[in-house]
């Protein structure tokens, strides 16, 4: 195993390069990822780099040479994003810019080739063949309507229209981490393409339960992806893309924290606690080119079961069990319509519509009182929107331009609600009922923009966000079973620059956030148990500034912080009668910093054809974790590097994250009159190894 890890090592110091050879090589590799960052997406009209929006994005040889295969693990690496990892995969929320949500719907998009993920228990999935991914920050409501308050995740798969060949990965690491993968891509003439991908992953896991001297967070999960296309004509594109995912974990390694500093123990509880989920996403694509219009349409359809157990009181006693069990089923259709001329004037129509279908099942077994609470959900929605955008060049004067946009959204949702209580006698109903509540809401958007001749660009822009209300699972007062809608205002001001003759793109961003009736997750009073409720008012404002390029040949290099104050302006907690006003948010890092380079040699030793030192630091803090802001996390910083050789079809590489060996925590909470937390996983080494013919 010690030889698997160091033979790249070892080939490389083995044999001596030749200075004209690396010279010659080098000279290939410069540009490489400024070429690859953007290509025009479903709903955007124009490159990224030339809209007025703060975007980041990350191809997929960057997330290869950082060794990324999770989405959780982008959280701090992209300004002002935050994705903490606890849990399971169940506990997946997002924040950007302090927006985000830890239950119920999530504040931040995710779609995956134009496919919308509705559900946070659904956005950890296995990261297989990412071509790139793109993040929007701010509100993208005009284009991609709910759950989109905070931004948008974009993640797009390779094309088998664009890439051929067969590609087999295999890594080890310590902690009994396995990832192997399989996948194929094959063109059949110049007018069809299929790729067929598996993947395979475990892990004993991290932590110890004392209770039980086994793993409290092993995990595995397998996932399948099927991705065809078809150009029966030149102006005419249909698609077909479906994924499955089964994933089976222990979870939530919570431990008691020390009542003064605050920092957790050890893990000791007496229940296995667990999550599983199968997750099914199908989705349909069509766009046709006519002349000076495309029409684009996406069809998806969406399936999720999962089940959770969960020690709710975290001790080696037994008091409480909470078990969950959730099927979604969602149906979506887009349709747009946009212009293709170069002329001055661009627009973009477009119409949304959708079906969600939730059954969740919430039982919480009180093993000091022979009793059992059983609560079910029946939670159907369904909604339809219509947007537009505009986009006038030149207007008034050169190079500037206004884009315009406005969207409708209309939302119809309901929930039957049944409530028993269970003994050895039998079941009891105890509460039953049937509510409706329907939203509808405009978000407008306006932006301006200046183009230099060196095509740097200057924006400013001013944009509505907006996320609905709903039902929650978990109530312990007639008037928390629901929770309000809430809308903000962004107001951003931003510049993007080329440098050394285009081989750096800088970019800086200001904003203002506004927001009213945020949705404040809280932990319940007289029961194990978290709802929503909403804030008066709160303000986020903060600034973003990226850096990323080959400032020399060989070298790719990338340096992105994130500043956000996020604090109350007006939230009062009548039940405690504690004014929490001035206050900063709970879960938003005050600070993110990213640090990355790339280093690749060609051709170093007559064994060697490439050889890529890559090493990528992030930071993150202060984060508090209650409204009080009694308890925060102070600021902590991740080492990742990763180093690779490849020789023709073959390629070996190193691997560690966590390097400094950093202690912190992942998550904090209360309940039962005691302070929880996960701690941040620990260091970790393994090795790859990659075939690609």
């Known amino acids: 195993m010690k030889l698997f890890y160091y033979l790249p090592l070892l080939l490389c110091l083995t044999y001596t390069a030749k200075g004209e050879e690396i010279e010659k090589d080098t000279a290939k590799i410069r540009n490489v990822e400024l070429n690859e960052v953007v290509v025009q997406s479903f709903k955007q009209q124009r490159d990224l780099r030339l809209e007025p929006l703060s975007a980041s994005a990350v191809t997929g040889t960057a997330i290869q ?3 990324i295969t999770g989405i959780k693990e982008f959280s701090s690496f992209i300004p002002n994003l935050f994705m903490p990892d606890y849990g399971s995969k169940l506990t997946s929320p997002v924040y950007i810019r302090g927006i985000g949500s830890k239950i119920n719907a999530p504040s ?44 948008i995740i974009n993640v797009y798969t390779k094309s088998p229209l664009k890439y051929e060949g067969t590609n087999i990965w295999l890594s080890n690491g310590n902690y009994g ?40 967070d092993d995990m595995k999960s ?30 939530y390694p919570y ?24 997750l099914s996403t199908t989705g349909f694509s069509a766009d046709y080119q006519g002349r000076g219009y495309s029409i684009n349409s996406r069809t998806a359809f969406q399936y999720i079961s999962d089940h959770q157990g969960i020690d709710q009181d975290f001790s080696p006693k037994s008091i409480y069990f909470a078990r969950q069990d959730m099927k979604q089923k969602m149906f979506s259709e887009e349709l747009n319509i946009k212009s293709t001329t170069p002329g001055r004037y661009k627009w973009l129509f ?12 919430v039982t919480l077994d009180y093993f000091t009182k022979d009793y059992a609470t059983r609560k079910l959900y029946d939670t159907p929605t369904y909604g339809v929107a219509f947007y537009h955008q505009s986009t006038i060049d030149d207007l008034l004067t050169r190079s500037l331009s206004l884009t315009f946009g406005i969207r409708y959204d209309y939302e119809h949702t309901s929930n039957d609600f049944l409530f028993y209580k269970e003994t050895d006698g039998g079941s009891k109903q105890m509460d039953a009922f049937d509510s409706r ?12 923009q200046y183009m230099f001749p060196s095509t740097g660009m200057l924006y400013a822009t001013v944009t509505k966000g907006y996320k609905t209300g709903g039902f929650n699972t978990s109530f312990d007062r007639e008037e928390d079973r629901t929770f309000r809608p809430e809308a903000s205002w962004n107001y951003e001001l931003g510049a993007k620059h080329p440098l050394l003759d285009n081989r750096l793109n800088a970019e800086v961003c200001f904003f203002w956030i506004d927001w009213k009736n945020q949705q404040i997750y809280q932990m319940l009073a007289t029961q194990n148990g978290q709802f929503l409720r909403n804030a008066g008012r709160s303000e986020s404002k903060g600034v973003e500034v990226s850096l990323q390029g080959n400032p020399v040949n060989g070298l790719m290099v990338q340096v992105n912080y994130g500043f956000t104050h996020a604090t109350f302006k007006d939230y009062k907690d009548e039940r405690k009668g504690i004014d929490y006003s001035g206050n900063f948010l709970p879960m938003v890092p005050r600070h993110t910093f990213a640090v990355g380079a790339d280093y690749t040699i060609p051709n170093p030793c007559r064994h060697i054809d490439r050889f890529t030192i890559s090493a990528n630091y992030t930071g993150t803090g202060r984060i508090q974790w209650k409204e009080d802001n009694k308890i925060s996390q102070p600021y902590y910083g991740l080492l990742n590097a990763k180093v690779s050789a490849t020789k023709d079809f073959i390629t070996f590489a190193i691997w560690g994250k966590n390097m400094t060996g950093a202690d912190y925590s992942a998550f904090y ?9 996960q701690k941040g996983r620990p260091f970790t080494i393994g090795g790859n190894i990659q075939l690609n013919f």
């Open 669 to 677: 909470f209360e309940t039962g009159g005691k302070g929880l937390a």
């Open 437 to 448: 509540l329907k939203f509808s809401q405009v978000t407008p958007k306006i932006a301006l």
């Open 108 to 151: 931040v998009g995710l779609y995956v080739d134009g496919i919308p993920y509705f559900e946070k228990s659904a956005f950890d999935f296995d990261f297989n063949e990412v071509d790139r991914i793109e993040v929007l920050r701010g509100p993208q409501g005009t284009l991609y309507g709910r759950n989109t308050m905070g931004g």
């Open 350 to 361: 477009g119409a949304f519509g959708f079906w969600q279908g939730i059954d969740n099942t």
């Open 177 to 216: 981490y396995r990832d192997y993968a399989l996948s194929h891509y094959k063109k059949i003439g110049e007018k069809f393409g299929y790729a067929v991908s598996g993947d395979f992953q475990s892990s004993d896991g991290y932590f110890t339960n004392l209770f039980t001297d086994k793993k409290a």
């Open 255 to 278: 431990a008691v924290c020390d009542s003064v500093t605050h920092k957790p123990g050890e893990v000791n509880y007496n229940d296995y606690s667990f999550y599983k989920r199968t």
């Open 222 to 251: 397998g996932s399948a992806r099927i991705r065809l296309e078809w150009k029966p004509r030149k102006n005419l594109s249909i698609g077909l893309m479906s994924s499955f995912d089964r994933s089976v974990q222990g979870g």
């Open 65 to 67: 040479n950082r060794n």
